[in-house]
């Protein structure tokens, strides 16, 4: 987790670069989950003992991605501000950061991961093309 280190180069809040941290990390686990985990269950059961899983266990299967939710929010909104407030990153990462930030509400995780991603590789490009 390398997010925190970038804290002394771009001025950034430490706390908030670790709250994105752990949300990327959510993110990460998540992906992996619904890749290895979800592929297995799915071979060994039938459609429609899958149906009965999704509709039985449908807000159990939403509370899953709560963390990721809750910290993505919170990091990714706190790095957007805290970029535009002190000119630590450019505007245009600062605006896909809030965007990230909106888009982790939704369940799923690759929209979240691919803007987040967008942004913090941005944000880093331009702190290093500032001197920063």
Not at 9 to 34: D, H, N, S, V
Not at 106 to 121: E, F, I, K, R, S
Request: proline share 6%; hydrophobic share 55%.
């Amino acid at each position: 987790m390398t997010l925190p280190r970038l804290a002394p180069a771009t001025r950034l809040p430490g706390w908030a670069l670790q709250i994105a941290a752990a949300g990327c990390a959510f993110i990460a686990a998540g992906a992996w989950t619904m890749t290895m985990y979800a592929n297995h269950v799915l071979v060994l059961l039938t459609d429609e003992q899958v149906e009965q899983l999704v509709n039985r266990s449908g807000t159990y299967l939403d509370l899953f991605w709560l963390p990721k939710m809750v910290l993505c929010v919170a990091g990714f909104a706190a790095l957007a501000i805290a970029g535009w407030r002190r000119r630590a990153i450019s505007r245009g990462a600062c605006a896909l950061l809030g965007l990230a930030a909106v888009v982790s509400l939704l369940p799923p995780h690759p929209p979240t991961g691919v803007l987040a991603g967008l942004a913090l590789v941005w944000a880093v490009r331009s702190a290093a093309a500032n001197g920063r």
